[in-house]
């Protein structure tokens, strides 16, 4: 449907056809129906026979019409044209999906071949993770409608050729999928060593204080491990609100930044860190710096996120999860962290090694990163 | 580790908007004979060689001569069957130049006529834009750039466009640019004039020409509330071309304001593979008491292609839908809306005036102050729409 003027057609003056067409009918959909319950895949898949014959040239007769025998002729070409074009993920590994039987159905617009769809996923997953591709090389404006279904939930995407993948929450269970984003987010700490080391290297004078000994300025055992801890909760503290307020902007795609800046600037704030260890600038504000390079870190986080992908319909509550996760894996470390930390406080071993050597060590190996990260080498 | 979501992937409904084809059992047709699909191609010859030529474009793609006239063919196709698939397929034989800035002119001519028939008006003027600085003396592409600046509005860059053209082209064309450009607004006059005048010379010009010109004739008439004048002209133009869809709903708005809304299903009921024109058929049978039955059949249908636009994410029904809530749904605060929303696209005297009537009927101030800031500047020349303005409580 399209205003007269609304499309002025091409052809050149002499042939003068300046008109314009109020379209029938919408442009080509497919409409996909994906339904999952423990690891079993099931489903139907509708392609507008024009589709498919723009693909396959069905029409073998070249009589203009599509008929059953034309079509069921042609149904393994079919198949795996289409599925070709689909990839479906659970919990990041592939599934399999297979045709099980072709029908059709009619939609507004036509003929389908109908796609009875079968399949199975290697592990049962709160997301599914759908890839989508069909048409898009041959008409741009074809449009992929998703639904899957799952025994608690439903949800719905549209894919087009500027968005092919989304993922897709699968399970109604809150507590399952809240319970799926918390342990991404606690696993995401732990094994992003980049946060954890910026952390430490924060966290390593803590039970240390800046003393005035002998004409000289030097660490020395803090008195309390009172003292400690509220020097702990601040820079806790300061980082994680930072971070929370940089991944929930960037989770909501209100903030974006491209992600080698990011990563360059995260690996550059634990450079920072551990440098002050070596030779202290800020003293009594670390929980400025915490707070500061936290911001990054958020970015970080939102990144790692974007790769797990956040389910629709209850966006707000794997964002949280995440983050809860988040800060319940670096509770965690400060838990571990602190006692140990106070209890050798007094030691030379550690002044001179855990935070001497230790923050030299981490110096060299977040500037290696920062190195390779910044100017795209790779140096380990 | 991009920061993109599965958010800014695709577009996500959320739960509650079920996407589900119509919940139909697929069926197994009982023979292989079963024909379940007559392509286009079996009513429209040219359509055949549309296909035949996609052979071509598959063994060369980036061959510009191959790409650009299966483009203008697949355009012309869904010019004369309305069937958006085209389009698509069109945009799809010129992909190697779809995103290149420098195209050349005749891709870039293309790629901007596809453009604007997909609504995307500012890509398509800035396509046309360029294009013009490359070859100021190309006469299609000012004639499209006046048009496309038509649609969003840009009256006064429109009428220099037609301006530009006057010695390029012929009379009638020029004039019709004008029409096209000026006939809502104070201007109309003049505007007609120069269309009369030119219809009635004798001067050949190509059957297309004038069934364009002749419509925009017809269109001012019917503004100036001359309906006899614009019934001729309409039928003039349909004697011409009865396929032009866009034409027949003119023409079937004319008859459903004067009241004749039989006259208009007689028109329109060979032609619902148009949406717009499945439209107003809907409304033309709605206010007839004897045809309850069939309103019932052709509302669920034109629901469900609207229901089919929607879920595709296209926003290009806008005036439709609103003229659908406001006269067929009854629901005038969401026609405003959409009028609104519509009318910060596009601004031709069709969204101005389903505007003013949902805006009136939703008593919607805000919706109404945009229609009389529009009417400020452009003037109008619409007795229908200052006629409603009146009768403004």
Partial sequence: MNALRSFVLVASIATGIVATPALAHKASDSYLTIETSESRLSGRWDIALRDADLALDLDADGDGAITWGELRRRERDLAAWALSRLAVRSGGEPCTLGVQRLATDTHSDGAYAVLELDGACPAASTTLNVDYRLLFELDPQHRGLVRVVSPSSETSAVFSTDARTATIATTGSMLAQFMTYLREGVLHIWGGFDHVLFLVSLLLPAVLVRRRIAAREAWAPVDTFGAAFVDVAKIVTAFTLAHSITLTLAALDLVVLPSRFVESAIALSVVLAALNNLFPVVRHGRWVAAFAFGLVHGFGFAGALADLGLPTGSLALSLAAFNLGVEAGQLAIVAVFLPAAFALRSTLAYRRYALGAGSIAIVAIASVWFAERAFDIALS | ?393
């Fill in chain 2, 1 to 393: 580790m991009r920061l993109s979501f599965s958010l800014a992937g695709a577009v996500l409904l959320g739960w509650a908007i079920a996407i589900a084809p119509a919940a139909a059992a697929p069926a197994i047709p009982v023979s292989d004979d079963v024909v379940l699909e007559r392509l286009p191609e079996s009513r429209d010859a040219s359509i055949g060689t549309l296909k035949k030529m996609r052979v071509l474009l598959h063994a060369a793609p980036q061959d510009l001569r191959v790409a650009t006239s299966y483009a203008r063919r697949a355009i012309d196709a869904a010019r004369t069957t309305g069937d958006p698939r085209f389009l698509g397929q069109a945009q799809a034989a010129l992909a190697p130049w779809w995103t290149v800035a420098d195209a050349p002119p005749p891709a870039l001519l293309l790629r901007a006529t596809i453009k604007q028939s997909l609504h995307d008006f500012d890509g398509a003027i800035a396509d046309l834009d360029r294009l013009i600085a490359l070859a100021p003396s190309d006469a299609q592409a000012r004639i499209t750039r006046a048009t496309v600046l038509g649609v969003v509005g840009r009256i006064d860059d429109a009428r220099r466009d037609c301006d530009r053209l006057e010695s390029a082209v012929s009379a009638l064309v020029s004039a019709a640019c004008r029409g096209s450009a000026d006939g809502s607004t104070s201007r109309a006059a003049e505007a007609e004039r120069r269309l009369a005048n030119a219809l009635s010379s004798n001067a050949p010009s190509p059957p297309a020409i004038r069934v364009w010109a002749l419509t925009i004739a017809g269109e001012i008439a019917a503004r100036r509330g001359d309906a006899a004048l614009a019934e001729a002209r309409f039928r003039d133009a349909l004697a011409l071309d009865s396929s032009d869809a866009y034409l027949a709903g003119a023409y079937a708005d004319l008859l459903i304001d004067q009241g004749r809304d039989a006259d208009a299903v007689r028109l329109l009921e060979p032609r619902t593979r148009h949406d717009a024109l499945l439209l107003r058929l809907v409304i033309a049978e709605a206010r007839l008491a004897d045809l309850r039955e069939r309103l019932a059949i052709d509302r669920a249908e034109l629901a469900a292609r609207f229901d089919a636009t929607r879920r595709r994410g296209d926003g290009v029904h806008r005036r439709e839908e609103a003229r659908y809530a406001l006269a067929v749904e009854n629901d005038p605060a969401r026609a405003a809306g959409l009028a609104r929303a519509n009318f910060d696209v596009q601004k031709e005297p069709a969204d101005l005036r389903i505007l003013v009537d949902a805006a009136l009927a939703a008593r919607d101030e805000r919706a109404l102050e945009v229609a009389r800031r529009w009417i400020a500047r452009s003037g109008v020349n619409d007795i229908r729409i200052a006629a409603a303005m009146e009768r403004r409580p």
